[in-house]
């Protein structure tokens, strides 16, 4: 019984801390920098941690972006305003997600810059034989330690976890709760204290801020992940942080200086916008 728990509940928050730090706040928004070796480390526990239901990096933050952009409206990848039914919505994300991930459908360029990749992870990650090694590993664990045939009740989460916790997140995060910020869209902060998708359920603050790396704005919200990023900034190991209340859009950190010197003039009337909203009245 305690292998079970420790296995589920340790699957659970393993595979939601590194989609809300390296697919999210990193890969999507770079709200902090990574060297390439980090880059390359989180890469790989993302995958490892996530298994059978890894979340593409580049068909993540494709979606993800396109998700702010068009919060809410019919644009909108996925919210439950348009499909209601929680499971309908997971359907049709996941087609819009292969489509970006394996390259069939390309986005307009500014939703696919500056997105994280590792081809030959991504390429095994994504592969039947493997994603079979997984689940036949999750069902193995069950099978050695499960007390009852009850607790197989448990397996499709591990074997769905990636989908479900983003499943959660944009349901949820778009429905139940309360709002802090009167936003266009009709995200919510659904707990206080996200201990279920360690920050992510703080979807109002985040739209508001999307590029802030703390997801909680008030002083009794606690962001799980936001602590644990504090604590990699101390060690050195997360660089450049983007100040808190940072809006989007933002001037993405891209990969060579040639490039971000190109993209400037393109981006300078967001970065004059973002500047004016926030200089102190
Ligand atoms: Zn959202
Ligand atoms: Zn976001």
Redesign the pocket.
């Known amino acids: 019984m305690t292998a079970i728990l420790i296995f589920f509940f340790g699957h659970w928050l393993s595979s939601v801390f590194f989609q809300t730090f390296y697919l999210h706040r990193y890969g999507a928004h770079r709200q902090f920098e990574l060297s390439r070796g980090w880059e390359r480390t989180f890469h790989l526990l993302t995958y490892l941690t996530q298994g059978a239901s890894y979340l593409h990096p580049r068909g993540y933050a494709i979606l993800h972006r396109m998700?702010?952009a068009y919060?809410d409206t019919e644009r909108d990848p996925h919210s439950p305003v348009f499909e209601p039914n929680i499971f309908k919505m997971m359907w049709e994300t996941k087609h819009r997600y292969d489509d970006f991930a394996y390259h069939r459908v390309e986005p307009e360029a500014r939703f696919a810059a500056a997105t994280p990749e590792w081809p030959f992870l991504d390429k095994l990650s994504q592969s039947w034989p493997m994603r079979i090694v997984w689940l036949a590993f999750y069902t193995g664990f069950y099978v050695v330690f499960a007390p009852s045939p009850w607790f197989y009740l448990l397996l499709p989460a591990h074997y769905l976890m990636g989908p479900i916790h983003g499943a959660i997140?944009?349901y949820a995060?778009?429905r139940f709760g309360y709002r802090n910020y009167a936003s266009a869209?009709v995200?919510r902060n659904t707990l206080p204290f996200d201990f279920v998708t360690l920050g992510e359920l703080f979807?109002n603050n985040?739209?508001e801020f999307a590029m802030s790396p703390n997801f909680a704005a008030r002083r009794f919200e606690v962001d799980p992940s936001y602590l644990v990023i504090r604590l990699f900034a101390a060690l050195g190991i997360v660089k450049n942080l983007s100040p808190q209340r940072a809006r989007y859009p933002h001037v993405p950190h891209t990969p060579s200086v040639r490039a971000e010197v190109a993209a400037m003039p393109a981006l300078l009337p967001d970065a004059v916008e973002v500047l004016a909203e926030q200089a102190p009245s």
């Open positions: 998700h702010h919060s997140v944009n995060g778009h869209d995200s979807q985040h739209h």
